[in-house]
């Protein structure tokens, strides 16, 4: 999932909107945990320089800042303009229950 602003900058409202999508709950700190199971990538690039943040289970917002917390409880500070792409793995739970077949 991608989503880039009218000048090509990811903003905050965008980035509450992906986490939403994913099912992401805020906890009384302010970090949007990702449902358990799932993990997501950050795709940065910054003056012609890309990188990949991935495994990440939290994001906390803090003005043009974005924390990202891995599974390893690393920490990770970014400028949100340079997050040009959202990737999800694992299973997202996005408020809907899912059956699957021969499973009751």
Same mark, same amino acid.
């Given at each position: 999932?991608a989503?880039? $602003?009218m000048a090509?900058?990811?903003? $905050?409202d965008h980035?509450?909107?992906?986490?939403?999508v994913?099912?992401?709950?805020?906890d009384k700190?302010g970090w949007?945990?990702?449902?358990d199971?799932?993990?997501m990538?950050?795709?940065?690039?910054?003056?012609?320089?890309?990188?990949?943040?991935?495994?990440?289970?939290?994001?906390?917002q803090? $003005?043009?800042?974005v924390?990202?917390?891995?599974l390893?409880?690393?920490?990770?500070a970014?400028v949100?303009?340079?997050?040009f792409?959202?990737a999800?793995? $694992?299973?997202l739970?996005?408020?809907?229950?899912?059956?699957?077949?021969?499973?009751g």
């Open positions: 999932m989503l880039r $602003g090509g900058v990811m903003t $905050g980035l509450e909107a992906i986490l939403k994913a099912g992401a709950k805020a700190e949007a945990a990702l449902p199971g799932s993990t990538t950050l795709h940065i690039a910054h003056e012609g320089a890309g990188m990949t943040v991935s495994r990440l289970e939290a994001l906390k803090d $003005g043009d800042l924390f990202a917390r891995n390893k409880r690393e920490l990770f970014l949100r303009s340079d997050v792409a959202v999800f793995e $694992g299973e739970n996005t408020g809907k229950s899912t059956r699957r077949a021969g499973f």
